[in-house]
């Protein structure tokens, strides 16, 4: 038996052939012998760690975002961290989005992890203070009635303050991962949320860089492509300019 391989550029699953000897006859009572299967793996020879999506604005730039009217980069003492970080800009109580393309990154056949540090400096969230990231958002406006995707944040306009991991549908979120986790003012939040080639989440905080703590898995495919990622803020007009985001990452291996 001749098998012919032919290779591409596109990172996927390892695989795996078995062929087996089945249904002998003839002879003088053949039969296909110990050994009456063969199994041949086929491992990718794309595999690695690929760089999708980082921004850290040290450049202080916003080029490549959309939606930036409402956010600037900031140097202050504040800042998330080096030299800049995002912050929402504002003067009214307002929903504000901005976000940048992810350019229809696939997420089956591959880990995908995203990475990103937050910052609320106003009052305790709330139903009307909020904020979220979509990580992985079927259009730029994170607050459309069609958005698609999933979410990190808290609320959600809702009265529950503890961090989640949400399915978005047209605009509507359901949890996928609820932590225990109650975000507090002034803390930086570092997240780290994996989604393996399976549908198989993770998500995972830490505060003001003390180490990460698991908060949850859950097993959820609905979403299978990766369109935008998004920062969004809901806030009063007393914590207006409060909101802000950092050292954003993609990866992915496979």
């Given at each position: 038996?001749s098998?012919t391989?032919?290779?591409?550029?596109?990172c996927?699953?390892?695989?795996?052939?078995v062929?087996g000897?089945?249904?002998?006859?003839?002879g003088?009572?053949a039969?296909a012998?110990?050994?009456?299967?063969?199994a041949?793996?086929?491992n990718d020879?794309?595999?690695g760690?690929?760089?999708?999506?980082n921004e850290?604005?040290?450049?202080n730039?916003?080029?490549?975002?959309?939606?930036?009217?409402?956010?600037e980069?900031?140097?202050?003492?504040a800042t998330?961290?080096?030299?800049?970080?995002?912050?929402?800009?504002?003067?009214?109580?307002?929903?504000?989005?901005?976000?940048?393309?992810l350019?229809?990154?696939e997420?089956?056949?591959?880990?995908t992890?995203?990475?990103?540090?937050?910052?609320?400096g106003?009052?305790?969230?709330?139903?009307?203070?909020?904020?979220?990231a979509?990580i992985?958002?079927?259009?730029?406006?994170?607050?459309?009635a069609?958005?698609d995707?999933?979410?990190?944040?808290v609320?959600?306009?809702?009265a529950?303050?503890?961090l989640?991991?949400?399915?978005?549908?047209n605009?509507?979120?359901?949890d996928?991962i609820?932590s225990?986790y109650?975000?507090?003012?002034?803390?930086v939040?570092g997240?780290?949320?994996?989604?393996?080639?399976?549908?198989?989440?993770?998500?995972?905080?830490?505060?003001?860089?003390?180490?990460?703590?698991?908060?949850g898995?859950?097993?959820?495919?609905?979403?299978?492509i990766a369109?935008?990622?998004s920062?969004?803020?809901?806030?009063?007009?007393?914590?207006?300019?409060?909101?802000?985001i950092?050292?954003?990452k993609?990866?992915?291996?496979?």
């Amino acid at each position: 038996v001749s098998v012919t391989i032919t290779g591409n550029t596109a990172c996927e699953r390892n695989e795996t052939l078995v062929f087996g000897i089945q249904n002998t006859s003839g002879g003088c009572e053949a039969n296909a012998g110990i050994i009456d299967t063969f199994a041949l793996h086929l491992n990718d020879d794309e595999s690695g760690t690929e760089l999708m999506f980082n921004e850290n604005w040290e450049d202080n730039d916003l080029a490549g975002w959309e939606n930036t009217t409402q956010w600037e980069t900031v140097n202050s003492i504040a800042t998330i961290s080096g030299d800049y970080d995002l912050r929402q800009t504002q003067t009214i109580a307002a929903n504000d989005y901005i976000s940048h393309t992810l350019n229809s990154t696939e997420l089956r056949g591959a880990e995908t992890t995203w990475n990103f540090n937050l910052k609320f400096g106003g009052t305790e969230t709330s139903s009307n203070n909020w904020v979220m990231a979509v990580i992985s958002g079927s259009e730029s406006d994170a607050f459309s009635a069609t958005l698609d995707g999933y979410a990190v944040g808290v609320n959600f306009g809702t009265a529950t303050d503890n961090l989640r991991l949400v399915r978005i549908d047209n605009g509507v979120y359901t949890d996928v991962i609820t932590s225990a986790y109650d975000w507090s003012t002034n803390i930086v939040l570092g997240i780290e949320v994996t989604r393996d080639e399976d549908g198989n989440w993770e998500l995972l905080y830490e505060e003001d860089g003390a180490g990460l703590i698991a908060a949850g898995t859950a097993l959820e495919a609905t979403y299978l492509i990766a369109d935008y990622f998004s920062y969004a803020a809901i806030v009063t007009v007393g914590n207006v300019n409060k909101a802000r985001i950092d050292d954003i990452k993609v990866e992915q291996y496979g």
